[in-house]
C-alpha cells in the first residue's frame, strides 16, 4: 500500500488564526479524503478531494471553514480557517485504490493533532 | 447505517479478546478492521470479504454473520502491543453515495 505523510504531525494555535496540513502520497491516487476525530469519538469525514475538481463537501462542513486543495495526484491540503476550541481534533488524510485489498480499501495517515487554545 | 461498538474492553495478557460490531446495513464487498495506537492514524488491521463467514490471519480471527449484521475480531495471545483503539468499518450508503463508515470505536486495555 502506499505510504502516506502529513504535516505537521501536532500543533498548538490560537483561535482565530488558520492552520494548513498537508498530506503527501508516495503514488498517485485519485480519490484522497480528509477526516475528523474528535476526542474519544470516531471518525467524521470532511470532505472527498478528487484531483481536478472541487471538495465534496459533507454536511456539517463548509468550503469557507475547511477549505481543501487538490494540486495533483499525490497531494492535498485542507485548511482549519478562523480557529476556535471546538475544532481541536486529529485531522487525518487517507487514500483509496492502493492497496492490494480492492480498490476501495481506504489507507490512512499519521494524522495532525491540533490543539486550540 | 449505524456502526455500534462497545466502548471498552480489558483483557490479561496471554488471554482471547474478542470486539464485536454491529451495523444496520451494508453494501460493502469488504469489512474492514483498522487499529489505532496512541497519537497514531488508523493502520488497517484486517478486512474479510463479504461473502465470507470467516477469515484467519495469524493471531487475528474475523467473524462475519451477515444475517444478523454481527462483525467480529478475535485476538488470540493478547499481548502488551495489541492495546489500542479498534475501528469497525463498512461501505454504507448515506443519501444514495457509498462512504465508509466507521464504528465508535473499542478501546482495548491489557494488562500484564
Known amino acids: 500500500s502506499a505510504v502516506i505523510s502529513q504535516k505537521p504531525s501536532r500543533d498548538i494555535c490560537q483561535r482565530g488564526t488558520s492552520l494548513t496540513i498537508q498530506c503527501q502520497v508516495d503514488s498517485q491516487v485519485t480519490m484522497m479524503f480528509w477526516y475528523r476525530q474528535q476526542p474519544g469519538q470516531s471518525l467524521t469525514l470532511i470532505a472527498t478531494a478528487n484531483q481536478g475538481s472541487e471538495a465534496t463537501y459533507e454536511s456539517g462542513f463548509v468550503i469557507d471553514k475547511f477549505p481543501i486543495s487538490r494540486p495533483n495526484l499525490t497531494f492535498s491540503t485542507l485548511t482549519v480557517s478562523n480557529m476556535s476550541p471546538e475544532d481541536s481534533s486529529i485531522y487525518l488524510c487517507s487514500v483509496e485504490g492502493t492497496g492490494v485489498v480492492s480498490t476501495d480499501t481506504q489507507y490512512f495517515g499519521p494524522g495532525t493533532r491540533l490543539t486550540v487554545l | 447505517e449505524d456502526v455500534e461498538q462497545s466502548l471498552f474492553l480489558s483483557v490479561r495478557e496471554g488471554d482471547s479478546s474478542v470486539i464485536n460490531c454491529t451495523y444496520t446495513?451494508?453494501?460493502?464487498?469488504?469489512l474492514y478492521w483498522y487499529k489505532q495506537e496512541p497519537g497514531a492514524g488508523l493502520q488497517l488491521l484486517t478486512y474479510i470479504f463479504s461473502n465470507m463467514d470467516m477469515k484467519q490471519d495469524q493471531r487475528l480471527t474475523v467473524l462475519l454473520n451477515k444475517k444478523d449484521k454481527h462483525l467480529s475480531l478475535r485476538i488470540a495471545d493478547t499481548q502488551t502491543g495489541d492495546s489500542a483503539i479498534y475501528f469497525c468499518a463498512v461501505v454504507g450508503t448515506t443519501s444514495g453515495t457509498y462512504k465508509y463508515i466507521f464504528g465508535t470505536g473499542t478501546r482495548l486495555k491489557v494488562l500484564a
Open positions: 446495513d451494508s453494501s460493502s464487498t469488504y
